[in-house]
C-alpha cells in the first residue's frame, strides 16, 4: 500500500467531512405536509453555520413545509448549491409552483449567490418554469453555473419561459459587468419540441459560455437541431453535447457537423438513436477528420447508418489519440461490415487500448446475421474479437478487460445480481470491482459508475446497516483485525481508489467520513501495520482515538 494512496483518500475523506458546508436530507422520504411536519429540518437549517448546499432530493414537501422552510433559508445568504430534485412526489400539480415560489422569493431575500440550482424529476410542467421565473431573473442567478432540469415535464411553453428568463438574466447580470456565465445546462426529457429548442438555442447564443448541454428525448427534429447547432457555434467552450434520442434526419445533422468543425473543446459527442443517416454521418466524420483532437466519445449508435459511412467514420478517428469509445451499435453493416470496421480500426488505432468499440448489434438489411454480428439484442462488448461475459464469469476470476467485455449496462448487470442486503456478499463484491481499478479512464469509469450504481442501491435502503458494511471493508483491507481470522486483499491500490472516488458522491453517508478518516489517517496504518479491535463484522463500535 503507497502512502500516496492513503493520502489521496485522506484528503478527499477531509474535504467530505460532516459540516462541509452541506446539510443533506437526501433520501429520507419524508412527507413534509405542514409546518410542524417540517420542524426537524427548520431546526437543522437554522443550526447550521455556513450553509452553502443543501440537499432536499427523494422527499415530498407540499406548499405549508416549503413556506416555514423557506423562512429559516432567509437568513442563509452562503447557499450556493440547491440540490432540489425529486421533492414533490405524490403532489397535485397545483402544489408544486406555491412551494416553488416561496423558496425562490427566500433565497433572493436572503440574498444568496447560487453557482447550481438542480430541479430535476420534479413533474411541474409550464406552470411550475414561471414559478421559480422571477429567480431565474434576478441577481441570486446571475452567479448561476449548473442549471439541471432533467424530466420536468415542461413542454413548449415551458422551454419558451425559460429562455426568456435566463436572457433576461443575462441582460441585467451584463448591466453589473458580470453577465450571466452558464456552464452546464440539463434538461433531458421535457418534450421541447422545436420549438422550445430554438427558444432556448436564441439564449444559449446570447449567453455564449455554455461547456456541457444535455437535452435527450425533447422530440426536437432537423429545424430545432439546426436552431441548436448555430447556437452552439458560437459556445466555443462546448466540451459536451448530448442530443440523444432526437430526430436530426440528415439535414440536421449537416448542420450539426459545420458548427462541430468550428469548436476546439469537444470530448462528448452523444447523438445516438437520432436517425443522422449515412449522409448526416459522413458530414460528422469530416467535421471529426477536420479538427476534434480533444474528442473522447462519439456516440452514433441506432441511426440507420450503413456499411460505406461508417467506414468513413473509423477512419476520421485515426488521429483521435483521446478517443476512449466510438459506439455504432445497431446500424446497418452485416457481418462483412464489421469486419472491415474491425480492420480498419486494428490498423489506424494500433498500440491504443483505450478504445472501447461498439458495433455488434449491427444488422443486415434489418435482419440479424450471423458471425460477429449474431444477434441483433446481444450485448455490445469492447471488442468484436472477444466474446462477451457475463458477471458470474467476471465475479470468479476479475480483470479489466472482463469488466469491459460486460458492455455499458456492466454497472446495472451487477447491481441487479448482487444482494446489497447481504453485506458480506456486498464486500467481496466491491471489493472485486474494485481490484481491477487503474488509471486508464475506460477501466476508471468502469470501476466507478459499477460501484457507484451498486452503493447507491445499498446506501439507499432503509434497512441498509451502512456502519456494519464499513467495519466489514475495513476488516477486508486488512485495517482492521476481527476476531475471526480474514484473509485481507493482496493489494489496497485499487479499493483506495475507489474509496477515493466513493466518498465524495451525493450517495455516501457524511456520519460515515469520520470513522474512515481516523483510520486512513493512522502512522501505523500508513506503516503496513493494521489497527488491532475485538470488533465482530456487526455493527460498527470502534475507538479511534
Not at 440547491?82 to 397535485?92: E, K, N, P, Y
Not at 422545436?194 to 455554455?210: H, R, Y
Not at 481499478?437 to 459499477?450: P, Q
Request: include cysteine; aromatic fraction near 4%.
Amino acid at each position: 500500500m503507497a502512502s500516496d494512496d492513503i493520502t489521496k483518500l485522506a484528503e478527499s475523506l477531509a474535504q467530505t467531512q460532516v459540516g462541509g458546508g452541506q446539510l443533506s436530507f437526501k433520501g429520507k422520504s419524508m412527507k413534509l405536509n405542514t409546518a410542524e411536519d417540517a420542524e426537524e429540518v427548520i431546526k437543522e437549517i437554522e443550526e447550521f453555520d455556513g450553509l452553502e448546499a443543501l440537499r432536499l432530493e427523494g422527499n415530498t414537501v407540499g406548499v405549508e413545509a416549503a413556506k416555514v422552510i423557506a423562512k429559516a433559508l432567509e437568513k442563509k445568504s452562503q447557499l450556493k448549491r440547491c440540490h432540489w430534485s425529486d421533492m414533490f412526489t405524490g403532489r397535485l400539480r397545483s402544489e408544486i409552483p406555491p412551494a416553488l415560489i416561496s423558496l425562490g422569493e427566500a433565497l433572493i431575500s436572503a440574498g444568496c449567490q447560487l453557482i447550481e440550482l438542480d430541479l430535476s424529476d420534479n413533474a411541474f410542467g409550464p406552470d411550475g418554469v414561471r414559478a421559480f421565473e422571477a429567480l431565474l431573473k434576478s441577481p441570486t442567478c446571475f452567479t448561476l453555473q449548473e442549471l439541471k432540469l432533467n424530466n420536468c415535464g415542461m413542454g413548449i411553453g415551458g422551454g419558451k419561459i425559460l429562455a426568456g428568463a435566463l436572457k433576461e438574466c443575462h441582460r441585467k447580470s451584463s448591466t453589473q459587468g458580470k453577465p450571466l456565465a452558464l456552464k452546464v445546462f440539463m434538461a433531458g426529457r421535457n418534450r421541447l419540441e422545436n420549438d422550445g429548442a430554438t427558444a432556448l438555442a436564441e439564449a444559449f447564443s446570447v449567453i455564449g459560455t455554455l461547456e456541457e448541454v444535455h437535452m435527450p428525448q425533447n422530440g426536437i427534429n432537423h429545424p430545432g437541431i439546426t436552431a441548436l447547432a448555430q447556437a452552439f457555434g458560437v459556445n466555443p467552450l462546448l466540451r459536451v453535447i448530448n442530443l440523444n434520442d432526437n430526430t436530426f434526419t440528415e439535414k440536421g445533422a449537416v448542420a450539426m457537423a459545420e458548427t462541430l468543425k468550428k469548436l476546439r473543446q469537444i470530448e462528448v459527442i452523444n447523438f445516438g438513436d437520432c436517425l443522422v443517416r449515412s449522409k448526416g454521418a459522413v458530414a460528422i466524420a469530416e467535421a471529426v477528420n477536420e479538427g476534434l483532437h480533444k474528442l473522447k466519445e462519439l456516440n452514433l449508435s441506432f441511426c440507420e447508418i450503413k456499411r460505406d459511412a461508417a467506414l468513413i467514420i473509423a477512419e476520421a478517428t485515426e488521429d483521435k489519440s483521446e478517443l476512449e469509445k466510438l459506439d455504432l451499435n445497431g446500424n446497418c453493416f452485416g457481418e462483412e461490415g464489421c469486419e472491415q470496421l474491425q480492420e480498419i480500426l486494428e490498423d489506424t488505432r494500433r498500440g491504443c487500448s483505450n478504445l472501447l468499440l461498439w458495433f455488434l448489434n449491427s444488422l443486415v438489411k434489418g435482419r440479424p446475421s450471423s458471425g460477429t454480428c449474431a444477434r441483433a439484442d446481444s450485448p455490445p462488448v469492447s471488442s468484436p474479437l472477444l466474446p462477451p461475459v457475463d458477471v458470474g464469469t467476471f465475479l470468479a476470476f476479475p480483470s479489466p478487460e472482463k469488466l469491459l467485455r460486460l458492455g455499458p449496462k456492466c454497472s446495472t448487470l451487477i447491481a441487479q445480481q448482487t444482494d446489497t442486503s447481504d453485506i458480506e456478499k456486498l464486500v467481496t463484491v466491491f471489493l472485486k470491482i474494485s481490484s481491477v481499478f487503474k488509471d486508464e479512464a475506460t477501466v476508471k469509469t468502469a470501476v466507478n459508475e459499477t460501484t457507484d450504481a451498486l452503493m447507491r442501491e445499498a446506501f439507499s435502503s432503509a434497512t441498509f446497516n451502512s456502519d456494519a458494511f464499513i467495519t466489514s471493508l475495513l476488516i477486508h483491507m486488512g485495517l482492521l483485525k476481527s476476531e475471526e481470522k480474514i484473509k485481507a486483499v493482496p493489494s489496497l491500490y485499487g479499493p483506495l481508489m475507489t474509496l477515493n472516488h466513493m466518498v465524495q458522491q451525493d450517495y455516501f453517508p457524511k456520519s460515515l467520513v469520520p470513522v474512515l478518516l481516523a483510520f486512513v489517517t493512522k502512522n501505523n496504518v500508513v506503516n503496513h501495520i493494521s489497527l488491532t479491535s475485538t470488533i465482530p463484522c456487526s455493527p460498527m463500535k470502534t475507538n479511534v482515538g
